[in-house]
């Protein structure tokens, strides 16, 4: 085996967002060794950004919360494709965690009467969220930080996971390299947790950073994990959508729970016109009984801007496509005018909504709490991802664990606003803990010297495609048309003739990829970078598209115009994709298990 930077530790965790750090957390208090990677600064994932804030039923703002209604409301908004298990222990444990996070030093904004003050969000039957006014992924990435810092943890910036590897059925640890000199490092570890994040760099319009290349998804992959429910991206309904340089930034659902409306050009309250039937029951049917709701008069139902992302991105992509947009593609959200309702409404929104109010303030020259935004469907979260065992975390190789974005089941067909940041804290807690336990007892793994060192080259070969300059091709290129053909065709509504256009494409893209080109050397070199994020882009996208092809309704996220209603078998499985044995992918439907008697009867009771 060639010369290595070499680490070694009994859990490794890749990436440092909220469920890498709790995962590293989890599994330090357990007194094992950890390593944590992460392709930027510690502080700076994704996690970062997160802004209207966690979902917990902590009922401190409407005492008839609980874990029931949290769990009810999870499924329903997933349109019960969910790993059931998953749900309930998410819904269980939230309010335990982000306790556990303002004993960790979290200032969270405060109810009259000092408990964790929570706010109204899409899909959420009651105030749910607790927040740190929109900018609550600072705050928990902060306290994790803080909190994790001290317990020993050796913390790799900067470095970026290119292969995992395995000891026969095993994972043994992974290969990484450094983005500022370029050289290798090889990690070994006995149980590796995945955090990576999720995938939106697959499309033109997003509301990830540039760090959402799909790397865990496509690394399990790789390893012969299995990843479920990849049709289901979540396109948020709310993006900026000008100036043309900040289109697809998010405009946070807080807008919405504080009162925002949206309106067509002809300043239509357009929501009302299409409520689903599964959510009547718990929408206002005017707009005074909307107000009241984000008021908090707990007999009123909420408005209908407040129903789940799938639905309010559907709609909006029909005002614009039948004719009532706004005059850059989008439509209207409204929040000052609330004048008419609040004597010091200008004061209030800049104290809910600061980074909203400075966002379109210094991006767009809007002032929020006189004017409307304009805003448009972004995509913004991977609902697919790493198949795990719902208590554990484990992926379908040993030894391999997935938490966070990165994991799939517990959001189903389309995720709750603020289930993500919960998702983090209480799946992240468990992979640490549960690839701790297995660390602890499992034999300390072999390398194979020949793997990594194929890892390596292959990893190479984008400089000596640029030295032989034989058809080479910039990987700028080829990641700009994958964003292209995934965004016009395989974005918010879907049909097969796109989408067989866009496996084309994809393959053509592929093919090119073996002939990516760089230029330079290894120290901080960004076409480099480039090059081998592609290579996880390209699977990840063939994975969505195939996916979304072999799921023939529409559910969720997924909107296909050519079967526009939901197939009844289709409710009953969730999609699988493998690496074949010939290296193809292969896709296969996995029966959904039955739901044990007292799960069924809390969704029947909350219907
Ligand atoms: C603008 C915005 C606002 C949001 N607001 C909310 C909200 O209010 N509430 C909510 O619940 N959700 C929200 N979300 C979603 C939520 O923030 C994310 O789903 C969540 O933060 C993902 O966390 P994570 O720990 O899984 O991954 P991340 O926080 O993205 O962390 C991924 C980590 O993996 C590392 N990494 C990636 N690839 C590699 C590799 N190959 N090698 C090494 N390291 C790697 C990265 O460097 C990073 O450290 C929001 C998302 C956005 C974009």
């Known amino acids: 085996m060639a010369e290595y930077e070499r680490s070694q530790h009994d859990v490794l965790i890749v990436g440092a967002g909220g469920a890498g750090l709790r995962a590293a957390i989890a599994a330090a208090d357990a007194k094992v060794s950890v390593g944590l990677v992460c392709k930027s600064l510690l502080g700076k994932a994704h996690t970062v950004m997160a802004e209207g804030g966690i979902a917990a039923a902590l009922a401190n703002v409407d005492d008839r919360?609980?874990?029931?209604?949290?769990?009810?409301?999870?499924?329903?908004?997933?349109q019960y494709l969910n790993n059931w298990r998953m749900a309930e222990l998410h819904a269980k444990e939230a309010p335990d965690r982000v306790k556990e996070l303002e004993a960790w030093g979290a200032l969270f904004d405060r109810t009259a009467d000092g408990r964790i003050l929570q706010r109204n969000f899409g899909g959420h039957k009651y105030p749910r969220l607790a927040h740190v006014g929109d900018r609550t992924g600072l705050e928990m990435?902060?306290?994790?930080?803080?909190?994790?810092i001290h317990l020993g943890i050796d913390v790799f910036m900067e470095c970026t996971v290119i292969a995992l590897l395995k000891d026969g059925d095993r994972v043994a640890g992974a290969l990484s390299y450094e983005r500022d000199r370029g050289r290798f490092r090889l990690h070994t570890a006995k149980a590796v947790v995945l955090a990576t994040g999720g995938i939106g760099k697959a499309f033109k319009i997003t509301s990830n950073s540039w760090e959402y290349t799909g790397d865990g998804l496509a690394l399990a992959y790789d390893a012969g994990a299995e990843l479920i429910d990849m049709e289901f991206v979540q396109f948020h309904p709310?993006?900026?959508?000008?100036?043309?340089?900040?289109?697809?930034?998010?405009?946070?659902?807080?807008?919405?729970?504080?009162?925002?409306?949206?309106l067509n050009r002809e300043g239509r309250r357009f929501m009302f016109d299409d409520i689903p039937e599964n959510y009547r029951n718990?929408?206002?049917?005017?707009?005074?009984?909307?107000?009241?709701?984000?008021?908090?008069?707990?007999?009123?139902?909420?408005?209908?801007?407040?129903?789940?992302?799938?639905?309010?991105?559907r709609c909006i992509v029909r005002e614009v496509r039948e004719g009532r947009g706004s005059p850059h593609g989008g439509v209207f959200l409204d929040i000052a005018w609330i004048k008419r309702r609040l004597p010091n409404a200008a004061e209030h929104i800049k104290k809910k909504l600061p980074s909203m109010y400075h966002q379109f303030k210094e991006l767009a020259d809007i002032d929020i709490t006189e004017q409307p935004m304009e805003v448009g469907p972004t995509t913004h979260y991977m609902m697919g991802g790493i198949r795990v065992d719902g208590d554990t975390q484990m992926s379908t190789v040993l030894g391999l664990f997935a938490a966070g974005e990165v994991a799939a089941g517990l959001h189903g067909a389309n995720r709750l606003g603020g289930n993500s940041l919960s998702d983090l804290l209480v799946f992240g807690k468990r992979a640490g803990d549960y690839a701790a336990k297995f660390?602890?007892?499992?034999?300390?793994?072999?390398?194979?010297p020949t793997a990594v060192d194929t890892a390596a080259r292959q990893a190479l070969e984008p400089f000596a495609a640029s030295a032989s300059g034989n058809g080479a091709i910039s990987p700028f290129q080829i990641q700009h048309e994958l964003q292209a053909s995934m965004q016009d065709l395989v974005g918010i509504v879907r049909n097969e003739a796109d989408m067989t256009r866009a496996l084309g494409t994809l393959s053509q893209l592929n093919a090119q990829?073996?002939?990516?080109?760089?230029?330079?050397?290894?120290?901080?070199?960004?076409?480099?970078?480039?090059?081998?994020?592609i290579r996880h882009q390209l699977i990840v996208a063939e994975a969505v598209t195939r996916s979304a092809i072999e799921r023939k309704e529409s559910r969720g996220a997924q909107f296909r115009e050519d079967f526009p209603e939901k197939g009844a078998d289709y409710g009953r499985f969730n999609i699988v994709v493998r690496k074949g044995a010939s290296g193809a992918m292969e896709l296969s439907r996995r029966p959904i298990p039955p739901l044990p008697p007292e799960l069924a009867q809390v969704i029947e009771e909350m219907k």
């Open 65 to 78: 919360d609980n874990w029931r209604v949290h769990f009810a409301d999870t499924m329903r908004g997933g």
């Open 141 to 148: 990435i902060r306290t994790l930080q803080d909190h994790a």
């Open 238 to 262: 709310t993006g900026m959508i000008w100036p043309p340089s900040v289109r697809g930034i998010l405009v946070t659902e807080g807008v919405r729970g504080e009162g925002g409306i949206l």
């Open 282 to 313: 718990q929408t206002a049917d005017n707009e005074e009984e909307g107000w009241r709701y984000t008021q908090g008069d707990k007999s009123a139902r909420r408005p209908p801007e407040l129903l789940t992302r799938d639905h309010v991105a």
């Open 439 to 448: 660390a602890s007892t499992a034999a300390a793994p072999r390398l194979d």
């Open 513 to 533: 990829a073996a002939h990516v080109a760089v230029s330079g050397n290894r120290e901080f070199n960004p076409g480099w970078h480039t090059a081998l994020d």
